[in-house]
């Protein structure tokens, strides 16, 4: 019962940009692979003695037995484009990776017949 809640309305949680934990296989298949994405909102934070408040931040992805924990910062110039060239590289590759996949897909479907 506990897969439906993938499926259910996500309410944006108090204090939190983004927060999701979802499974990355169809019920039934394959255990508990998941991504687990969590940022933090500080937007109605105050810069308190010179710094600036530091978001919660979390991405893991995880199969059935292996997790990936991936780390970001924000506290200097470089370090949030290095965050932000982190993320981008991944989402290319993924793309990338998700064509590449269909293509194969498709194939093996169509030597299957």
């Known amino acids: ?20 934990n979802l499974r990355l296989n ?24 010179g710094v600036p408040p530091h978001p919660h931040l979390k991405l893991r992805i995880a199969d059935c037995t292996n997790v990936i924990v991936l780390e970001f910062e924000l506290t200097d110039a470089q370090l949030r484009d290095n965050s932000l060239f982190k993320i981008d590289t991944l989402l ?5 990776f998700r064509h590449a996949l269909a293509a194969e897909a498709a194939l093996y479907a169509e030597r299957e017949r």
């Not at 508990?32 to 109605?44: P, Q």
């Not at 290319?92 to 990338?96: C, D, F, I, M, S």
């Open 1 to 20: 019962m506990t897969y439906l809640l993938q499926y259910a309305t996500r309410r944006p949680v108090r204090g939190a940009r983004v927060d999701e």
């Open 26 to 49: 169809r019920p039934g298949l394959y255990g508990d692979a998941y991504v687990r994405v969590y940022v933090g909102d500080t937007s109605n934070e105050r810069v308190r003695r």
């Open 92 to 96: 290319g590759a993924l793309t990338r």
